[in-house]
């Protein structure tokens, strides 16, 4: 028995010895890896507020920046400004497109219907002040059956209720639906309240005049091919305004002569997902210039392309945007994601009676995907006001997003400071 109690008593203390040991050596260990994981966090962090910090010095730099050559040149030629002049505020997006992807997002399963809402709320709120809001409804709003080429007629109320209100339908997927597809695209968004320009169904819709506060200014808008052109009819193309030097001509001197004091074209052209203007988009462009036309917005691209002033034969601004790049879309590249509301100011002079452009500045946009699984999963966001606001902590962005925010709005400033 004794022997037991001296085995028992020194497996005890060998064991207890070891214990102490152990568990002291474990508990320095862990202390230390603590020390050193909350100091490698600590500095990470640091490391991402300087970051945060020089990035949104840069971004707020940027944003002075681009614009002020064209601007700068705009005032040296607006030099005659009074108290008596009207201001007119118009702004300008890109392509509307409806994907299928866009369509489940917007599906509610238990009241079989569409809410596409929560993929503008973001952004309504800063293009509502302008008097006329542009853009290119590249989507049909047709009833049936839906795909990524017709939409209910809830996206276009969705898109209205964002401030959208003048739409041209001249683009490559014009007649994808057919003539009576087109119709019913300008019929339903004529009942939704949209001026839309860009059809030649019957009564022409080719050119629209418009009084914008004390001016008039005339709409015209154009399409350079259509995606299915080789299987329609002459007489289905003849209902789409499709780009010609002898049709432009014809509709602007229309437009002058029903009293168009401004004239905009809204233009569908050049390459898909492509940086790069086109010999054929700067040989049209100093066609229209030539022939009077006072603004060209410029579509098809599904990314932004550089912007620049160009002087007529009377010495006036023309303001060129080669592509505003896509307004709402699920198009996969960051280029197509990374988009902008074109903020263009005109003056009508107190004194002559005639309209300049006064302004030009945007606002940068960006498509956010939250994931298929997401309650809504697409959303516009206001890119630099986003970015700016982030922090590292939880700003309802990733740290992914935020980065490919900053790579866009990088982008947006090298493309538009070329």
Known sequence: MARNRRNTRRKRTIKDVISNKTFLMIVGILLAIIIVCIGINEYRRYEDR??????????????????????????????????????????????????????????????????????????????????????????????????????????????????????????????????????????????????????????????????????????????????????????????????????????????????????????????????????????????????????ILGAHPSVVQPMEVKQNSEGENVFIAYSIGTYVSTLSAEEARTELVLNIELRKSGKDGKVYLNKVDYTPIYMLDNGEQAVNRFQLIDMKATATAYTGEDEGITRETYDKLVDGLNRLNKILSL
């Open 50 to 295: 300087q970051l945060f910090a020089k990035q949104k010095e840069e971004l707020q730099k940027q944003s002075e920046e681009i614009f002020s050559q064209i601007n700068d040149n705009i005032a040296q030629t607006n030099q005659n400004i009074s108290e008596a002049d009207t201001i007119i505020k118009m702004s300008a997006v890109g392509d509307i497109l409806c994907s299928n992807a866009m369509l489940e997002d917007a599906y509610d399963e238990n009241t079989k219907s569409y809410n596409f809402s929560h993929m503008f709320n973001n952004v309504s709120g800063f293009i509502d002040d302008a008097d006329i809001i542009m853009g290119t409804m590249e989507t049909g709003i047709i009833e049936g059956e839906y795909n990524d080429k017709k939409a209910p007629i809830e996206f276009a109320r969705a898109v209205k209720a964002s401030g959208v209100n003048l739409v041209t339908i001249s683009h490559n997927h014009s007649l994808d639906n057919g003539v009576s597809g087109l119709k019913e695209t300008r019929d339903n968004l004529e009942d939704l309240g949209f001026s839309v320009v860009g059809d030649r169904i019957e009564t022409s819709n080719a050119v629209i005049l418009k009084e914008v506060k004390n001016a008039k200014i005339g709409f015209l808008t154009y399409t350079c091919f259509l995606d299915n052109e080789s299987v329609v009819s002459k007489e289905e193309k003849e209902c789409v305004n499709i780009y010609s030097e002898e049709q432009a001509k014809s509709d602007i001197e229309y437009a002058k002569e029903n009293g168009a004091e401004y004239i905009c074209v809204m233009i569908h052209w050049g390459d898909a997902i492509s940086l790069n203007i086109t010999d054929e988009q700067k040989e049209i462009a100093d066609f229209l210039v030539e022939n009077g036309v006072d603004l």
